[in-house]
């Protein structure tokens, strides 16, 4: 209760004590009471100095701020069509609800969109459709400096945190990994009990801050990282350089938030604020990060090892391609994580205006490998957005190899999009760390719901894929996704974006990458 809350009800009481002493009776008494709560609520508005709302329209003014608290809910739930949601709309959340249950994802009477509004994409059916595979492919990580190979499946939980997430939704999470056979990313937080005992395959992401693998001084443990990195359910380990959502910066953790629990996972001190840097320690020039990737790769036993970033400067990247091809190693997979990723907070800014998007950072990436004939040894992951079958064949149209998901993993063990994942409310205990809200989640059913998502979409994805005439994601070109310019014009992803043949960059870099494969530099990040 606030300390305006307390001074009105005691004033209330007061003249309710004052009406009762002169005697009137309890009736007239208890029908003062609102009136004099709405009196006393009027004069302490008109005094107060911190709304000018509530100083010029007493005691009514106050709806506008309950009105602007609830907006969220009716606007999800009242105003907002079925395609027009954001960050998710309610159709893509609606099939992810019922492919995690089981029921039938389907809808009558044709689209609600605008297929000819400008920037409606659609995949290309052929003539001669294909049978569906029965058994969903795997991608094989794992380059030729690499020991223990992974396959990778094409649907993938991606990085979320234990502390970002709750106890109850990693379980759930890892669960649903180890029955459906997929990978699941632990994020940047550590490595915890409720990752490693359902039994799921982890790719364990090291971030700026190396929880569960750091020194007193916040810098890289190699001991530490090579005990935990030996353990059976970790297959893939990865060096997080940058968020899509918040690439660019670190991050800052409460200390009301470093209970015992996450303190030991992440090798913090209990109840201290925690702070990950925007930069690791670990290198400082592309050669350096290069070196540092193969020395995860021999510390982990051989394990496929990877980096995880979103695209910024394409002149950036091309310097880590040359610092690949000077040093003769590269990373098993990079992950490519869209600008419209999502995360548990981050600046508006940020979120709303850095970073490359997933659709030209996945083609960056892709070609950028191509024409330094690196593209062979490393696989390419695509994270942002990733929710339908649709999402899935178009990422790996646009040169990746297989997806990861994270928003759609939550809405499949119950997140509703409130939102509130910064605040520890979260109404179905999915980011939160209170114990009575995450008890809410009931790992037992969520657990097969993740399961049955991951199986649905990646059948969804393979469906697709047989009406476009192609049983392997391989076999999928830039041709098969068209997009429409404006209402009387599209454009196939062939015409659209320029392709590099093998090694192209090293023999005669095109015109519009000549200058940036010319200023790249293997031993600093040239802006």
Known sequence: MTRMAIVVLTLALGALAAIAAVGLSL???AAAVPLVLLGLLGAADLLQRRHSVLRNYPVVGHARFLLERI????QQ????????GRPFDRDVRTIVYERAKGTDAEQPYGTERDVYEPGYEFLVPSMAPCPVP??????????PDCSRPYDMALLNVSAMSFGSLSSNAILALNGGAAAGGFAHDTGEGGLSEYHLKPGGDLVWEIGTGYFGCRTKDSDFDPAEFAEKAAHDHVKCVSLKLSQGAKPGIGGVLPGTK???EIAKVRDVPEGQTVISPPYHKVFSTPRELVRFIARMRELSGGKPTGFKLCVGSRRQFLAVCKAMLAEGTAPD??????GEGGTGAAPLEFADHVGTPLTEGLLTVHNALVGAGLRDRIRIGASGKIATGTDLVKRLVQGADYGNAARAMMFAVGCIQAQRCHTNTCPTGV???DPRRARALD???KTPRVQRFQEATVASALQLMASMGVTDPADLRPHMLRRRIDPYTERSYEELYEWLEPGQLLAEPPAAWAADWQAADPDRFTV
């Open 27 to 29: 009736w007239w008494c």
């Open 258 to 260: 470093v209970n015992a």
């Open 134 to 143: 029965k058994s969903p492919p795997r991608v094989r990580v794992g380059g």
């Open 71 to 74: 907006r969220p809910e009716l």
């Open 77 to 84: 739930y009242f105003v907002e069509r079925n395609f027009d």
């Open 431 to 433: 980011t939160t760390q």
């Open 333 to 338: 997979f990079i992950v490519v994580d869209g």
């Open 443 to 445: 790992v037992r059913d």
